[in-house]
């Protein structure tokens, strides 16, 4: 299955005061989705934004809100990410043990279910998961940060994971690392969707987006010309 390559910028590297012109701007420059890391200071060692503020950002944003939950338990906050607009609802397999469950609660609020795999966290779960996602995010940083470098032992577990997935139209997202140099390594190797915060928002800003417009053009062009 190949999925055109999209590319979905990161605002846990835009200016924290200036949310919507930021998103505005992205997608102005090509930005496919919108990527909204939620953190709690408990899965991960971070805090960013919780359901006020993707509600408030998403009048800003046209198109597809992927909302990547970084929280541990997630059940208890699926309704307000989708009463908040999120498109996309991603949980992670290491957040409790009853993924089954949060994936079947974000589909029946009749949103796009992800499962995120830490770099630690092998392929098995998803041969029993594969019917119950619309995406598997495969982190290639250990997850809680921004401007980490790629973890490449990941781009084996994507290409396992694309043959896993076979003719099902899920998308594979990379998240963590992502750059001109690492993009055509996973593209290669069957992702489509591609997660970059430092590597889309430097140089530029709301005020001067060309950068944004360059750097997502040149991640784009390196994946799609390694497939
Ligand atoms: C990490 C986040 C990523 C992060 C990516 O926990 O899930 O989305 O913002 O940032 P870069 O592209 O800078 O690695
Ligand atoms: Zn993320």
Same mark, same amino acid.
């Given at each position: 299955m190949t999925l055109p390559i999209k590319i979905a910028p990161s605002i846990l590297s835009a200016d924290f005061a200036n949310f919507g012109a930021e998103c505005h701007a992205i997608e102005a420059e090509g930005a496919d989705w919108v990527h909204v890391d939620v953190m709690d200071?408990?899965?991960? $060692?971070n805090l960013t934004f919780g359901p006020a503020m993707c509600s408030a950002i998403r009048p800003h944003i046209k198109g597809t809100m992927d909302v990547h939950l970084m929280i541990a338990p997630v059940d208890p906050y699926i309704d307000a990410f989708a009463a908040a607009g999120a498109d996309i609802i991603t949980a992670h397999?290491? +957040? #409790?043990?009853?993924i089954h469950r949060t994936l079947q609660a974000i589909r029946a609020k009749g949103k796009k279910a992800g499962l995120a795999l830490n770099p #630690? *966290?092998?392929?098995?779960a998803v041969e029993y998961l594969a019917d119950m996602v619309d995406l598997v995010c495969v982190m290639t940083?250990? $997850?809680?940060?921004?401007?980490q470098s790629f973890i490449a032992a990941q781009v084996e577990k994507v290409r396992r994971l694309r043959a896993m997935l076979g003719a099902r139209p899920v998308h594979i997202e990379i998240d963590g690392g992502v750059t001109v140099a690492t993009a055509p390594l996973v593209a290669a190797a069957g992702a489509d969707v591609l997660v970059a915060g430092s590597a889309v928002f430097? #140089? #530029?800003? +709301? *005020?001067?987006p060309a950068p944004y417009g360059a750097n997502i053009a040149a991640i784009r062009a390196a994946a799609e010309a390694a497939r």
């Open positions: 200071g408990h899965f991960v $060692p397999l290491e +957040a #409790g043990p009853h #630690g *966290t092998g392929i098995e940083v250990n $997850p809680g940060f921004g401007g430097k #140089g #530029g800003s +709301a *005020t001067n």
